[in-house]
């Protein structure tokens, strides 16, 4: 493997270029930028990645740990069975880009955006995502295991058998987005709004769930097995229209309003 330590890239041009088993430890790639280039088995621990811009790159089996992105962008870029540990992204962007097997664990994401993104058998696990926008991006079979997302949005976006465990959402939207055999396990949702999206034979399961918005989704085959609700805006007609009958006591925390 070839190891580099504490090298500057700042402002560097690399096109067309192949790290196939090399290591960065503590480098720096400010300004710099990544045309068409290939990360193979590589690793950059504790790097910084400043105003860089990575297009129609490809990461095959790379890791980066503890490294920090700020006003990045991955154009057109895909990862395959690489991970993101104790890493952090601060005004980032991921346009047209797609996830293989790729996890994000306790990392963090701030005022980003995902959009037109495709997410395969990925996991973000105890990661957090402030002020973060997902526009127009898929998730197949991927996992949010134990993560939070505060003043975040998902517009527009399919969640196809993916899940959420033990997940906690403050503030946040899914605006016109679709949940197809989806699950939602012993999350929180605080103030958050599920506006115009749909649940195809979705569930909830001991799920707690506070001043929740509903309006205008669609719930059929839904169900909220075990679930806690307060203050949760639902119609008559969505009531209706999930799998298993609300409890009694799950009533008395639902708000009914008009269609």
């Known amino acids: 493997m070839n190891l580099y330590r504490d090298k500057k890239f700042n402002d560097s041009k690399f096109n067309r270029s192949a790290f196939n088993r090399s290591e960065f430890n503590y480098p720096k790639f400010n300004y710099s930028k990544f045309n068409d280039s290939e990360f193979n088995g590589s690793k950059f621990n504790r790097s910084a990645f400043n105003r860089s811009k990575f297009n129609r790159s490809k990461f095959n089996r790379s890791e980066f740990d503890g490294s920090k992105f700020a006003e990045s962008k ?36 701030n005022s980003s955006e995902f959009n037109s993104s495709e997410f395969n058998s990925s996991e973000f696990n105890s990661s957090e ?14 996992k949010f295991n134990a993560s939070k997302f505060n003043d975040s949005e998902f517009n527009y976006s399919k969640f196809n058998s993916a899940e959420f465990n033990s997940s906690v959402f403050n503030d946040s939207e899914f605006n016109y987005s679709k949940f197809n055999m989806s699950k939602f396990n012993t999350s929180e949702f605080n103030r958050s709004k599920f506006h115009k999206s749909r649940f195809n034979d979705s569930e ?21 097995l075990g679930c806690t609700f307060e203050d949760v805006k639902l119609t008559q007609e969505q009531i209706d229209s999930l799998k298993t009958p609300l409890t009694e006591e799950q009533l008395k925390g639902v708000n009914i309003v008009e269609d």
Not at 129 to 142: A, E, H, L, Q, W
């Open 129 to 142: 995502f402030n002020n973060s926008v997902f526009n127009n991006s898929v998730f197949n079979t991927s």
């Open 204 to 224: 909830f399961k001991d799920c707690t769930l506070t001043s929740v918005d509903f309006t205008g989704s669609d719930l059929t085959g839904c169900s909220f």
């Open 74 to 109: 991955f154009n057109h870029s895909e990862f395959n069975g690489s991970e993101f540990d104790d890493s952090e992204f601060n005004s980032s962007e991921f346009y047209s880009s797609e996830f293989n097997s790729s996890d994000f664990n306790s990392s963090e994401f």
